[in-house]
């Protein structure tokens, strides 16, 4: 009988220190008390125990968190979650090549064509926001035809990042209207 308390208090002994690492983890992040007790919520559980047999679904960073290091004036409130919702592509880990293409006068069709035509595909919103952080030069009107928004007039609007009126923005424009030269397209390599 002595053994089996021994082995218990082993087993009890490494799930305290398992505790204590995650409350040590967890306060390094500046969480607190309050966050440590969540642990014990079976969704996190669940949620814990995806991660350790490697089947948890990658968490995407809100639309928020991708436009927040922009530091923008003006971001049309049309961009959200529900109507931007993360895009299959944007799950990709992998580096992506982007290229940004300008077609002069245009549509949307012959842009994405063009992009096409050298081994391009458009970039989605999410891709656009984080190529930006590193690559946009706050001036240029880039546009991202990968995702579009159906608004409730039926027209379909897709998100460009532009400097005007002497402020960054990140605004709508309508997918079937035409393009003048001043618009350049992000793309990413298909």
């Keep these: 009988m002595a053994k089996k308390k021994s082995v218990n208090m082993s ?3 490494y799930w305290i220190d398992v ?3 995650l409350k040590t983890a967890i306060k390094k992040l500046g969480g607190t008390e309050e966050v440590f007790s969540r642990f014990n919520d079976q969704n996190i559980i669940d949620e814990v125990a995806k991660i350790l047999v490697g089947k948890a679904k990658k968490v995407l960073k809100t639309l928020t968190e991708f436009i927040a290091p922009l530091k923008l004036d003006y971001v049309n409130s049309d961009i959200t979650e529900a109507n ?3 895009q299959p592509q944007d799950n990709d880990d992998s580096e992506k090549e982007y290229k940004v293409f300008n077609f002069g006068s ?3 069709e012959k842009a994405i064509a063009g ?3 050298e081994g391009f595909r458009p970039a989605t919103t999410r891709e656009q926001l984080q190529w930006a ?8 009107w880039v546009v991202a035809l ?3 928004w159906l608004d409730s007039n039926g027209d379909r609007g897709v998100s460009v ?3 005007y009126g002497g402020k960054r923005r990140l605004t709508l424009r309508w997918f079937g209207h035409g393009w003048s030269g001043v618009f350049q397209f992000l793309a990413v390599r298909k």
Excluded: C, H, Y
């Excluded at 952080?133 to 240029?140: E, I, M, P, S």
């Design 11 to 13: 087993v009890f002994a």
């Design 19 to 21: 505790l204590s690492n």
């Design 84 to 86: 931007f919702p993360p």
């Design 106 to 108: 245009t549509s949307s």
């Design 115 to 117: 992009m096409a035509k």
């Design 133 to 140: 952080v590193k690559n946009w030069n706050g001036k240029d």
């Design 146 to 148: 990968g995702q579009t």
């Design 161 to 163: 990042l532009r400097f």
